[in-house]
């Protein structure tokens, strides 16, 4: 089985940018979760969809949001990019969403200047 | 508000050495608790989940409701047990909203 797969690995924008970031779950899996990692902060909860339904959102604002298509494949958009958005965003599937077992892409890494 | 902190930002043992991760967390339920790991340019993975009670790579946890921990412990380090270590709790009513510590980097010294 493949993994969870994350594109684009690596992008440079600059401030007031938008920018979207794809993520393709592990076949089968319908939960699909989303988190900041940054050194300062750590993994940071964005938010977890379900059968293209946001079930959790973390605490972040409105620039950041989600969303999940049919074949469970989900994508994030963060708006109006400030310096603090760079870091490493992570994606997760999991099978239901029931079970705490999160699967890993290896993220996608945002450069804001 | 669910919180899981991790008191050692880094931690170094000697190879034969014990080793214990600490990791204590406030919720008010009912918590699930996992230890995740990310070795060196390795994706993060599960390590081991304390409702299934079992020892991965000589790992096994405790969750000590009372203390409000589940310290991550084995009785002797390998050098390739040096990575980055999370703990992470998941409310049993809330889906996959998994929150993680702040991670604990484990250096095992030959």
């Known amino acids: 089985k493949a993994g969870v797969t994350q594109t684009p690995r690596y992008l440079i924008k600059t401030r007031g940018q938008q920018v979207t970031l794809s993520c393709s779950p592990i076949?089968?899996?319908?939960?699909v979760s989303w988190y900041q990692q940054t050194p300062g902060q750590g993994l940071q909860f964005l938010f977890e969809?379900?059968?293209?339904?946001?079930?959790n959102k973390g605490n972040f604002p409105g620039r950041f949001s989600g969303r999940q298509f049919s074949n469970s494949r989900s994508e994030m958009n963060v708006s109006t990019l400030e310096l603090g958005d760079s870091a490493l965003y992570l994606c997760?599937?999991?099978?239901?969403?029931?079970?705490?077992?999160?699967?890993f892409g290896e993220g996608s890494r945002l450069t804001v200047l | 508000a669910q919180r899981v902190t991790q008191p050692e930002k880094l931690l170094s043992v000697f190879k034969g050495a014990p080793v214990e991760l600490k990791c204590n967390y406030s919720y008010s339920g009912s918590p699930e608790l996992f230890w995740y790991v990310q070795y060196s340019r390795q994706r993060l993975q599960l390590l081991l989940r304390?409702?299934s009670r079992e020892s991965i790579k000589g790992f096994t946890a405790d969750l000590n409701k009372g203390e409000t921990s589940f310290h991550l412990k084995k009785p002797f380090a390998q050098e390739e047990d040096s990575a980055m270590y999370y703990c992470?709790?998941?409310?049993?009513?809330?889906?996959?909203?998994?929150?993680f510590g702040p991670g604990t980097s484990l250096s095992v010294i030959p």
């Open positions: 992470a709790l998941r409310a049993k009513t809330s889906y996959d909203k998994v929150i």
């Open positions: 969809y379900f059968s293209e339904t946001q079930r």
């Open positions: 304390h409702i």
């Open positions: 997760a599937s999991s099978l239901d969403g029931h079970t705490g077992e999160l699967f």
């Open positions: 076949s089968g899996h319908r939960s």
